[in-house]
């Protein structure tokens, strides 16, 4: 999350009623990132050119991808949304369970949040609702 910003707090129901709205967001994210990494060995010469003046043809195409990832990051950073994994599409709400803060934790491909996990566990310490 953008350092300033003050950390939103949802609630089960908040978090899934947000799920309409992050879900297409989340997949346009993870297009993005995974083009970005098919260009990566295109560009990647580029970049050892670009001392010398040099560029590639797959530039404007990255440049684009990049702008579009970055678009897409920032919506979802808006919304309080924690991001966590773009392999898998895997995103954390921080939510106060038993008094203290935990994070609801959702993959794309889930219909529903149905798991939780501590703050310091990440995804290998999820556990059911």
Partial sequence: ??????????????????????????????????????LEPHIQPARQKNLMDGGSVFGVAYIKLAEEFVAT?????????????????????????DGRLVYLCWKVDEEKIGYWHEVDSGFAGRQPL
């Fill in 73 to 97: 990051y920032s919506k979802i950073d808006e919304m309080g949304v924690l991001v966590k994994d773009l392999r898998i599409g895997l995103c954390d709400f921080p939510h106060i369970r």
């Fill in 1 to 38: 999350m953008k350092s300033g910003h003050q950390v939103k707090i949802f609630s089960l129901e908040q978090a899934n009623n947000l799920l309409p709205l992050l879900r297409p967001l989340m997949r346009k994210l993870l297009k993005s990132y995974r083009s970005m990494l098919e």
